[in-house]
């Protein structure tokens, strides 16, 4: 089990970027593709955006595609989601996720595929 704790959430006015992080402990990070999702209040979990876990692929939510970029550091264990032009309609908890499983070639974007999640941290872009 990996262990994974997210920062960098705040406030934010509309067309301004933050930038999330997230790190791992436990298992090793680097074998793992990580993913990023949201939850919007009174809305299901959705995928926000996935990096393999060598960081060659990304694969983003049509939603955020332009305007969000995932990266990852493997020698610090951490994974980052670069926010960018954002939209009242970006805010939402989001939360990182590792894989369940590790080396995988093709990379999900499903929940349901991802077995570690971090507590969340809160965005909220005001108009």
């Known amino acids: 089990q990996v262990q994974l704790v997210e920062s960098g959430g705040g406030l934010v006015q509309a067309g301004g970027s933050l930038r999330l992080s997230c790190t791992a402990s436990g298992r090793t990070f680097s074998s793992y593709t990580m993913a990023w999702f949201r939850q919007a209040p009174g809305k299901e979990r959705e995928f926000v955006g996935v990096?393999?876990?060598?960081?060659?692929?990304?694969y983003y939510a049509d939603s955020v595609k332009g305007r969000f970029i995932i990266s990852r550091d493997n020698a610090k264990n951490t994974v980052y989601l670069q926010m960018n032009s954002l939209k009242p309609e970006d805010t939402a908890v989001y939360y990182c996720?590792?894989?369940?499983?590790?080396?995988?070639?093709?990379?999900?974007?499903?929940?349901?595929?991802?077995?570690?999640w971090g507590q969340g941290t809160q965005v909220t872009v005001s108009s």
């Open positions: 996720a590792a894989d369940r499983r590790a080396g995988r070639v093709v990379v999900k974007t499903t929940d349901g595929d991802f077995g570690s």
């Open positions: 990096i393999s876990w060598r960081g060659g692929s990304t």
